[in-house]
């Protein structure tokens, strides 16, 4: 049941990407060929190596750039600039979305594991610039990433973000066990239901879901 299960909320959480855009966008994989180009570059390897090296780190670490910074003490300013520099014309604006995530009562930020600047570009495109109080990236949490407890402690803190007021909507499953155990509302945002012990609602409809809430 959804109404009345967002009673207690005073703050809204919204990771970005495939979450604030739907994934048939594709955003993703312009992300992807640059991050694996950044691997070769920086790490002189070869293509093949480079996305074995990008997948690794993801699995392991929560980011390619925190098993970059890990491992070879790769700079993540120039990093973050490049991967993120890619078409957002791929993007459309969702005026549906945006007049749901208006309406929430309360605070609404993103905090997102790319960078606030990349953020904004993307809120932009959407069509959702101003619906949210603060945006909040991968530099605002010392560059140590989500799924990491520490990391979403530190953007709580910086925001004044109380966890048992609060909700937190994310597509990748990983990132809501945090979350869950620091008393938040959980919702995985998704084509595929995923059942897990923290995740405490599925849509694959946010802004339709956003409806329900409210």
């Known amino acids: 049941m959804v109404k009345g299960s967002f009673d207690h909320v005073r703050t809204w959480v919204f990771d970005l990407d495939n979450t604030l855009y739907p994934p048939g966008a594709r955003l993703f994989d312009q992300i992807e060929v ?13 293509r093949a190596e480079a996305d074995r090296l990008r997948k690794h780190y993801w699995a392991t670490y929560g980011t390619t ?5 890990r491992e070879h003490g790769v700079d993540p300013g120039p ?8 078409d957002f014309s791929v993007l459309e604006a969702d005026a549906e979305l945006a007049a749901r995530i208006g309406a929430l ?20 495109a959407r069509g959702l610039a101003g619906r949210f109080d603060a945006v909040y ?13 520490a990391a979403f402690e ?5 925001d004044g973000t109380d966890p048992r007021a609060a909700a937190m909507f994310e597509d990748d499953i ?11 509302r959980t919702v995985l ?7 897990a012990a923290h995740v405490h609602h599925h849509t694959d409809d946010l802004a339709g879901f956003l409806g329900r809430v409210v």
């Open 34 to 46: 640059r991050m694996t180009r950044y691997v070769m570059e920086s790490l002189g390897v070869e």
């Open 65 to 69: 750039l925190a098993g970059l910074m």
């Open 79 to 86: 990093y973050l600039t490049s991967v993120h520099d890619i």
């Open 105 to 124: 009562p309360g605070r609404r930020i993103v905090y997102t594991n790319g960078s606030a600047p990349y953020a904004a570009r993307v809120l932009e």
């Open 137 to 149: 990236g991968v530099e605002h949490a010392g560059f140590l990433p989500k799924p990491e407890q």
């Open 154 to 158: 530190a953007v709580f803190a910086t």
């Open 174 to 184: 990983r990132n809501l066990a945090a979350p869950h155990a620091m008393g938040m």
């Open 189 to 195: 945002v998704g084509p595929v239901a995923q059942a």
